[in-house]
């Protein structure tokens, strides 16, 4: 099954909240930042006057402005550290604000991918931002249900295509294995898990009805 993508980039779009400008305070360091974006274009700089001029810009915008202004002063080390900087700032977004995490969760399986205007790095080819996030989702979700739909056991049809629904391969060797496993799998999931799983794997219609057996 091709598994689908999820783009963002405008805070007030429906996963806009995985972009650095949504308006969601972090703690990092010591200290309480307004975005994500504000953490990030400071960390680019050692000079404090220049770091507070950052912090306390009104708007993410006005922060990434500020800091591509003064590009030609920015840490020596800055393009080896930023990606380390970046995880920093997505992960204590993640687990500090409760609606971010839900959000990021629910995305599960799809690839993110920050819809970039310009540049290839964050977002376009490279898309980093969007893999970073893919990253932070497995890890908040490695013990949990989360973790078993983004790896879910996939449905019978696709699993063995070669047995059609009424074969005896279902009640027989290793079609009978494989529904045994699938229904311990499929009915451990809390209801919302369930669900999900059925908007995921939609079944064909052979196999119309299957999740009301
Ligand atoms: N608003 C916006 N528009 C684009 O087209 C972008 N590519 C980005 N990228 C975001 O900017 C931050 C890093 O930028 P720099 O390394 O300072 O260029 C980061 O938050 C990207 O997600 N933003």
Known sequence: MPVESIYFLNPEDPFGCLS??????????GMSWQTAEHYFQTAK???AKLRYAIIRAETPDEARRIAHQ?????????????????????????RQNADV???????AP??????????DFWGGKKNMLGK??????????????????NRPLPPPWEKYPELHRASIG???GYGEAYMEEWDAYFYGLSPA????YQQIFTPPKEWHGFYDR
């Open 20 to 29: 650095n400008a949504s308006r969601h305070q972090v703690y990092i360091d």
């Open 45 to 47: 700089f050692k000079d």
């Open 70 to 94: 003064h590009r030609r002063d920015q840490r020596p080390d800055w393009h080896k550290i930023k990606v380390g900087v970046m995880r920093k700032a997505l992960s204590a977004k993640a």
């Open 101 to 107: 995490r839900a959000v990021l969760l629910i995305t």
């Open 110 to 119: 799809a690839r993110l991918k920050q819809h970039a205007k310009t540049g």
């Open 132 to 149: 970073l996030w893919m990253q932070e989702r497995d890890r908040l979700g490695e013990s949990g249900e989360f973790d078993s739909l």
């Open 170 to 172: 279902w009640r027989m």
């Open 193 to 196: 898990g369930r669900s999900r």
